[in-house]
Structure formats: structure tokens, C-alpha cells
T-cell receptor, first 110, second 113 residues
Framework: AQRVTQPEKLLSVFKGAPVELKCNYSYSGSPELFWYVQYSRQRLQLLLRHISRESIKGFTADLNKGETSFHLKKPFAQEEDSAMYYCALSGGTGGFKTIFGAGTRLFVKA | KAGVTQTPRYLIKTRGQQVTLSCSPI?????VSWYQQTPGQGLQFLFE???????NKGNFPGRFSGRQFSNSRSEMNVSTLELGDSALYLC????????????FGQGTRLTVV
């Protein structure tokens, strides 16, 4: 069964500190992994996806198939990074079924 | 291009009633997915439609149903509403599905009293 686990509901860091939002997944095939972000009063939007291997707003995420993890990292947190972050997995045959983790609220303190 | 549009934005219904929510995807997108978002359960997948066919379904009771029209617009229906159905219902569209970005609407906030 597909499952996405984000162990931290809330993560609070100081501005300039490194950030790592954890994500572990369970899936028997080859999943597509994503990170979505929801800023205050805005709609949920894609932050990055593992197949792109890109850095968005300073964030990166590496898919570790051995550890079944897709942690989101940023070396220096900014106040504007404060938001709700969701890890998502898309897989399955015969169509599109994206499963989201419970989300981690990141709070960056000045 | 216009984003995903969900109507209505807010809805208050009484237990036992039924409700229909609407989602207009981004032009050209053929996949529409629905999610229920609650503080306790987070984002839960309801179902996905592609070219008027339901391709995937989450673990929700049969009271939750949906459909997609030939113009890719989708509706979600909930019958015999329960208090626990109070939630933000999100619609997301993507061009084909699996490995493409999903674009979300702002949601319909349903309150069941």
C-alpha cells in the first residue's frame, strides 16, 4: 500500500539555520515524489519533484530508495519559508493517485 | 492561463442533505483529482477522473461520488451529509496525471451543521 509519513507536525528554526523536513514513503514500485507548499492564504502549489533534480527557492530533495526517504533541505532558512509543507507520492498502475503526507508546518523565527 | 476554479467557495449544509461541488480545471488538463482536507486527517485522496472516467478511488464511503464532463469540468457529490464531512474540499488538475504537476484550486469549505 502507498503511504507517506512526515514525522514532524511542527518544525521551528531560527532564520539562517539549516532546515530538514523529513519524509518517508512506502511503495512497492517506482514512485514519483513531490514536495508541495502552502503559504498563508494561498493555494497548495508544487515546490519541487524528484525527477527534476532542481533547487527551488534554495530547497533541494534527494530520493533515497534504500531508505525510502525524500527529505526536503535548505541550508539557510528565511522567514518567508514559513509555510505548510506536504510530501506527496504518485504511483500505481492505471492512472493518477497522489497520496499526501500529513504535512509539516515550518516556522522560521527572526 | 486561468487557474483551477472551484465553486462555491463556502457552503453550509444540514445533516442528511446532499451537496454538489464543482471544479473547472486548467484549460487543456484532462485529469481532475479531489481531496478532502481536515485538521485531523490532512489531505486525503477521494478520486481521480481522466477523460470522463474514474481512474482511481480513495477509501471513502459510497456517499462520495463524482463525475467528469466532456470539457473536463468535474463535480463531486456527497449525499446524506454527516457532521464529519465538514472539511475543505480541494480539486487539482494536471495534464495527464502521474508524473506531472498538479495545480490546486482554492477549495470549497463545507460546513455541515
Amino acid at each position: 500500500a502507498q503511504r507517506v509519513t512526515q514525522p514532524e507536525k511542527l518544525l521551528s528554526v531560527f532564520k539562517g539555520a539549516p532546515v530538514e523536513l523529513k519524509c518517508n514513503y512506502s511503495y512497492s514500485g517506482s514512485p514519483e515524489l513531490f514536495w508541495y507548499v502552502q503559504y498563508s492564504r494561498q493555494r497548495l502549489q508544487l515546490l519541487l519533484r524528484h525527477i527534476s533534480r532542481e533547487s527551488i527557492k534554495g530547497f533541494t530533495a534527494d530520493l533515497n530508495k534504500g531508505e525510502t526517504s525524500f527529505h526536503l533541505k535548505k541550508p539557510f532558512a528565511q522567514e518567508e519559508d514559513s509555510a505548510m509543507y506536504y510530501c506527496a507520492l504518485s504511483g500505481g498502475t492505471g492512472g493518477f493517485k497522489t497520496i499526501f503526507g500529513a504535512g509539516t508546518r515550518l516556522f522560521v523565527k527572526a | 492561463k486561468a487557474g483551477v476554479t472551484q465553486t462555491p467557495r463556502y457552503l453550509i449544509k444540514t445533516r442528511g442533505q446532499q451537496v454538489t461541488l464543482s471544479c473547472s480545471p486548467i484549460s487543456g488538463h484532462r485529469s481532475v483529482s479531489w481531496y478532502q482536507q481536515t485538521p485531523g486527517q490532512g489531505l486525503q485522496f477521494l478520486f481521480e477522473y481522466f477523460s470522463e472516467t474514474q481512474r482511481n478511488k480513495g477509501n471513502f464511503p459510497g456517499r462520495f461520488s463524482g463525475r467528469q464532463f466532456s470539457n473536463s469540468r468535474s463535480e463531486m457529490n456527497v449525499s446524506t451529509l454527516e457532521l464529519g464531512d465538514s472539511a475543505l474540499y480541494l480539486c487539482a488538475s494536471s495534464s495527464t496525471g502521474k508524473d506531472t504537476e498538479a495545480f490546486f484550486g482554492q477549495g470549497t469549505r463545507l460546513t455541515v451543521v
